[in-house]
């Protein structure tokens, strides 16, 4: 690395702002994305210390304090249908529902980078082999196919993290190997394969510092799909097992309650979209700091 | 692409934990009758036997006997896709026809009042978890209003829908849920394609050469028909995907509602049949949206 000493050519060097704190400094100048970073930060935060913040036992029930109304004393937030205080589930319930939301995510942007981003480089017959096997996934609306995988495999944690891996590979993959191919493309590519660096080396100086940078975006963008798909399966008793706290789950045996207590039977459901709509917003400004156009 | 489509359907019945048959062999039943029933049914032999011998009933228009009720699962489906269908054109209507609208006030006027409310709402529609938007219209048009009934398809638990008006009040609320996502994606698109369009330099020489401002819109529709047209394909596919956790909300006797009931009894023939009709809906739909946006701007060609 060549390090010219401000003093040796005359003129002060004025270092220019790198990449990535030029995108942190956008970020924090966008209000929206911050508000919503901060309510994500907050609901993360509550799910993690919810031992210490929860009020009540998310467990423990009364068969006498049975759907409270909101603002009843000790139930601030009401209770539910056993009795169990809702703030408290809803506090424990974020742990489940960002758990079961984010993992596939993660899992997904795994494999669907380490897919599209090998494929996206070797090109030819490997590449048309398994893009074509990644298009039959899309033969599915993503909610359709969750529901099925979770389905044939049964309920539970796991199997509905594994259901939605499984969808959000191929989609992950598919820009992987998009941006992949156009960066393979690039001058600079072909300059370091001339001058002798192997594969492996151009995958991982050149390649992955452009495209890692696109496939996050859009991975950020699918975890708002992902909380609502993750909730929708335990809505469907797909998911999580009662008694755990899950707001998709608490929203399904709250809905006998609708007609005694509309407003505690939706609040569930509004954390989902407030959880879902701050990632969404979030992700939004986090494209437009990386001037990444999709 | 089908026959992809077609051998994802059949390995789902594969993927299951134990086989098809658990749900429907006695506890108590000893090893050689469950190797009698498998025989009975095709699971002993290798897997491509058994796709090919399932393919070539499916070819033929028999998707097998759901094994909770017995019936052929081809009627059911076809009953319930029936009344999905209905729900989801209803829906679709109400969701492309707005959403259409909106992004194109949005992208007309940017950064204008009408432009934010536009963007409002669609962030909104797209993040909105579509089964709780189902309560929450149940609770206000239903529970505190009591304007309109909250689940099924019409009056005395009809099962078959009726272009009447008692059947049409039970669809409003599944309708306009059913809505709300396609509604955000499609006026998210509009406008960024109408925003795209109006800022190139062919619509700055219409109007310097005094073109109408009708005109010029309607070159604007044309440019961005072909995307937009794409986009409502996919929505309209994700519709009746979607329309699971909306059906199940409302007791809405479509597929939705059919496939939550094959995933409760574990009726594993039930949930392949339905899920290959929808896939193979859903192929057969971007097929149609790759032949109009080719008849629409010829500069796109099949492929």
């Not at chain 1, 380490?114 to 993503?142: C, E, H, K, Q």
């Not at chain 1, 099925?148 to 594994?162: D, R």
């Not at chain 2, 009934?149 to 849920?177: C, F, K, Q, V």
């Not at chain 2, 330099?201 to 219409?206: I, M, P, S, T």
Request: charge should be positive; hydrophobic fraction near 50%.
């Amino acid at each position: 690395m060549a390090v010219i000493e401000a003093g040796s050519i005359g003129a002060p060097a004025v270092r220019s702002p790198g990449y990535w704190s030029s995108v942190g400094r956008r970020l924090t100048r966008d209000p929206v994305a911050m508000a919503a970073f901060a309510i994500v930060l907050i609901i993360t935060l509550a799910a993690v210390f919810a031992p210490e913040i929860a009020p009540a036992d998310p467990f423990r029930g009364s068969m006498v304090h049975r759907l409270k109304p909101i603002r009843t004393p000790l139930y601030p937030l009401g209770s539910d249908e056993l009795g169990r205080d809702m703030l408290s589930r809803l506090v424990y319930g974020g742990r489940l529902s960002l758990f079961l939301g984010v993992t596939p995510v993660i899992l997904g942007f795994i494999g669907g980078s380490l897919i599209g981003i090998l494929v996206g480089y070797a090109g030819g017959w490997v590449n048309t082999i398994v893009m074509r096997t990644i298009d039959i996934f899309f033969a599915f609306p993503s909610v359709l196919l969750a529901i099925a995988l979770s389905g044939a495999l049964g309920a539970g944690i796991f199997n509905s993290i594994v259901s939605l891996t499984i969808v959000f590979i191929p989609q992950i993959a598919r820009i992987a190997e998009a941006v992949t191919t156009q960066t393979r493309n690039r001058d600079f590519v072909e300059a370091a394969r001339i001058s002798g660096a192997g594969p492996l080396t151009i995958v991982r100086v050149h390649i992955l510092g452009n495209v890692l940078g696109p496939i996050f975006v859009y991975s950020t963008s699918l975890v708002s799909v992902s909380m609502i798909l993750a909730s929708g399966l335990s809505f469907l008793g797909l998911g999580v097992k009662p008694p755990l706290p899950e707001w998709g789950l608490m929203l399904n045996t709250l809905r006998t309650a609708i007609y005694s207590q509309p407003f505690v039977a939706a609040l569930p459901g509004a954390m989902i979209f407030l959880t879902s709509i701050s990632f969404n917003l979030f992700s939004d400004g986090l494209r437009t700091a990386m001037e990444i156009r999709q | 692409m089908a026959v992809g489509v077609s051998i994802v359907c059949f390995l789902l019945a594969h993927i299951a934990p134990g086989d098809p048959l658990t749900a429907i062999m006695p506890i108590d039943a000893t090893a050689e009758q469950q190797a009698q029933m498998r025989a009975a049914y095709g699971f002993d032999r290798p897997l491509p036997i058994q796709y090919g011998i399932w393919l070539w009933k499916v070819l033929h228009g028999d998707l097998g006997n759901s094994i909770a009720t017995g019936r052929p699962v081809v009627s059911e489906v076809t009953k319930a896709v029936g009344n999905s269908l209905i729900l989801a054109a209803v829906a679709t209507l109400i969701g492309f026809g707005l959403g259409t609208f909106f992004g194109f006030v949005a992208g007309y006027f940017r950064g204008g009042l009408l432009d934010r409310l536009a963007s409002v709402v669609s962030i909104l529609g797209v993040s909105v978890p579509n089964y709780w938007l189902g309560m929450v219209m149940v609770i206000v048009f239903s529970a505190l209003l009591g304007w309109l009934p909250s689940t099924g398809a019409g009056p005395g638990g009809s099962t078959e829908w009726r272009p009447d008006l008692d059947h049409l009040r039970y669809m409003i609320l599944p309708a306009l849920t059913m809505s709300a996502i396609p509604m955000g994606i499609i006026a998210r698109t509009v406008r960024a394609l109408v925003a795209d369009i109006l800022s190139q330099d062919f619509v700055q020489a219409l109007r310097a050469k005094g073109m109408r401002e009708l005109a010029v819109f309607k070159h604007v529709v044309r440019n961005a028909a072909p995307t937009a047209l794409a986009v409502m394909g996919l929505q309209l596919g994700y519709l009746l995907g979607g329309s699971i956790l909306i059906e199940t909300v409302f007791a809405w006797p479509g597929t939705g509602f059919l496939l939550n009931t094959a995933i409760f009894q574990r009726d594993l023939p039930l949930l392949q049949g339905t899920i290959l009709v929808l896939a193979l809906f859903f192929v057969t739909l971007n097929l149609i949206v790759d032949v109009l946006q080719s008849a629409i701007d010829p500069r796109i060609q099949r492929g």
